[in-house]
């Protein structure tokens, strides 16, 4: 088995796909008229399909691994926070296609991560972790903001940019062009600043700019807390940014190099009667 960036493809990034992300891209982005056979739903199995082939064409990563979410089982974050991506409501369509995307890109020759009890977040830092511990880069594909915390000299986030299907590339740099923060400092500014799209309130009268300014006086959620400025609400900021904190101990398949099985994809993709996915991926 090859270690992770040392085999035949050394000097070429791994690629780490958050799945969920691509998904509700294609289904909101591409014609609900894109069927499979018995005129079930297709087209966030043919989006995500054709958006994971454009990135492994553009980057020629050493492998792939697409993370998903296990949206029938809670984690610990659900735990800490009952708000916590509260009242999130998930069209029947999409809910269908998502069971069947893992078994897609495990056909196109990709590594696929789900594991009760994590977020797709989680297996994209752990993928980093163990990919930059090898010597290895990594390239991170997803519109998750919280990624950022990932982003380092070795390691890329690439963000798609809405009504393009251009990607960003979002470095250190970047982070603190957009943010005000370094990348480690992300977890404490999601603390301070909260995040509607997951119900994390974060600290009260604390915003993003004063979130940012905080942590560039201070450098570190604990430093802010020990001023007194958050006395009252120290205990639930905390659990704001273990929420925020991604889990990079999350559960790994092996990560050997492997290159793409279009064919293979191809033939499933025929078998569920989207001929047309099919031809592309031949193409």
């Known amino acids: 088995m090859n270690l992770p960036g040392m085999g035949a493809a050394a000097g070429r990034p791994l690629l780490a796909i958050d799945g969920d992300s691509l998904a509700h891209r294609a289904f909101h982005g ?127 986030i690439l963000s798609p940019v809405r009504g393009t299907s251009e990607l960003a590339r979002i470095g250190p740099a970047e982070v603190q062009e957009r943010y005000g923060v370094r990348p480690d400092q992300v977890p404490d500014f999601v603390a301070l600043r909260g995040d509607p799209s997951d119900r994390i309130p974060g600290a009260r009268g604390i915003g993003e700019k004063k979130g940012a300014v905080l942590l560039q006086r201070h450098g570190t959620l604990d430093a802010v807390i020990a001023t007194g400025l958050l006395a009252d609400q120290s205990d639930d900021v905390l659990v704001y940014r273990r929420i925020a904190t991604m889990q990079r101990d999350a559960p790994l398949p092996a990560l050997d190099d492997a290159e793409p099985t279009w064919g293979r994809a191809a033939e499933l993709a025929r078998s569920w009667g989207l001929d047309g996915l099919a031809r592309r991926l031949l193409a």
């Not at 069927?35 to 050493?62: D, F, H, I």
């Not at 269908?96 to 009890?117: D, M, N, R, S, T």
């Not at 994590?118 to 290895?136: M, P, S, W």
């Open 30 to 156: 591409l014609p609900r008229e894109i069927r499979r056979s018995g005129g079930r739903p297709g087209n966030t199995l043919e989006g995500v399909a054709l958006m994971a082939q454009r990135a492994w064409k553009a980057e020629k990563p050493r492998a792939v691994l697409v993370a998903w979410d296990t949206l029938d089982a809670p984690t610990y974050r659900n735990a800490l926070l009952a708000s916590y991506q509260a009242g999130r409501d998930f069209d029947p369509e999409i809910v269908e296609q998502l069971a069947l995307l893992p078994e897609l890109c495990a056909a196109l020759g990709f590594h696929v991560a789900k594991h009760a009890g994590y977020e797709a977040d989680d297996f994209l830092a752990a993928a980093v972790t163990v990919e930059e511990a090898a010597g290895g880069a990594c390239l991170v594909l997803t519109s998750d903001r919280d990624a950022y915390q990932l982003a380092s000299p070795f390691t890329t």
